[in-house]
């Protein structure tokens, strides 16, 4: 029998004995008749002891995991950040073997001047001696930039990763970055001299980015549309995430991508930027433009939006990726074979 402490406790014996040693940022709780481990990283940042830990059991067992990666940060006013990689399976605990587990932390906006495409996010993984490889989750790629304050420059371009970031456009258009575990991020677009909605004879460009990848689907590309007489921009989407149960009874989605925006060259001070949509992130964490990717899901940053947006006005809005997760599943009560 196990009791609430982790310990087994033998029928007609008087010994107790501990069934495993855990330790790190973790969750410790029952689903069922399995007990879940749920290693996390809320720190934002490769501090310590923030995202690591260790894990060793006293039978052989049987272990169910799902490893997560941090999602990318969001490129200024164009790409959405990638999810981060996606690993699950199954893996043979051997008797008191140590198993390291790290967690990676989501991109962070890039906050440097000048810089204006997303961070990648950190990897997840676990490993062990008795592993035949060690799991790996690749961190999602950022989102391309607009290179806000000198659009006569191309844009930098989007980052690869678990899934990539989306896209973007200035002179030179920019396609997604790859996924290696996830999907690819939606391609940037760049439209020139067409129908503004400042009035009759006026004329504007649209800047417009991807969505980042998500671990099943890809990012929508920036595109626009017309309504009237005029056009208007179109940001991509995030792509979704990849589901699970292994958390939990009723499931959770992982790893989306983030929402992309666009930038355009209408006049400021007479018009409404949020009157234009804006990309949605991917369900899984996914952050809408301007909004972070959600911690605990390897979700990625929306795109960030810049001063450029609203003329000034405004501070400068954040999309930093979700950081991931590593969970662990296993049945204490159902050992394998020594």
Request: charged share 5%; net charge negative; aromatic share 12%.
């Amino acid at each position: 029998m196990i009791n609430a402490f982790g310990n087994y406790i033998g029928f007609g014996q008087p010994q107790i004995y501990p069934l495993f040693n855990v330790s790190g940022s973790v969750d410790v709780y029952n689903v069922g008749n399995d007990t879940v481990f749920s290693f996390y990283n809320d720190s934002g940042s490769a501090a310590q002891p923030q995202g690591t830990g260790s894990i060793k059991f006293s039978r052989n067992y049987r272990v169910e995991y799902l490893v997560v990666a941090g999602g990318g940060s969001g490129g200024i006013e164009q790409g959405g950040g990638g999810g981060g990689g996606v690993q699950s399976g199954s893996f043979t605990a051997i008797a008191n073997q140590p198993y390291d587990i790290r967690v990676g932390f989501g991109g962070q906006f890039n906050q440097t001047s000048g810089i204006d495409f997303g961070f990648t996010g950190s990897v997840s993984y676990i490993t062990g001696s008795t592993l035949p490889f060690s799991i790996v989750s690749f961190a999602g790629g950022g989102g391309a930039g607009s290179m806000a304050v000198n659009r006569d420059t191309a844009s930098a371009p989007a980052g690869n990763g678990g899934s990539g970031g989306g896209g973007g456009g200035t002179i030179t258009i920019r396609a997604g970055g790859t996924g290696s575990q996830g999907s690819n991020g939606g391609s940037g677009s760049l439209t020139t001299d067409v129908p503004g909605p400042q009035g009759p004879g006026n004329t504007t460009s649209y800047w417009v980015g991807g969505g980042g990848g998500g671990a099943t689907s890809v990012g929508t590309s920036g595109s626009t549309f017309v309504v009237g007489l005029y056009t208007y921009a179109r940001p991509g989407n995030g792509g979704s995430g990849s589901f699970s149960y292994i958390g939990s009874t009723t499931g959770s989605y992982y790893a989306g991508g983030g929402g992309g925006d666009e930038v355009n060259n209408l006049n400021y001070s007479t018009f409404d930027y949020t009157l234009y949509p804006t990309g949605s992130g991917g369900i899984g964490g996914g952050g809408n433009a301007y909004s972070d990717g959600q911690q605990r899901t390897g979700g990625g940053g929306g795109a960030a939006g810049s001063n450029y947006r609203t003329g000034g006005i405004s501070p400068t809005f954040y999309g930093n990726g979700g950081s991931g997760i590593v969970i662990l599943r296993v049945n204490l009560d159902n050992p394998l074979p020594a």
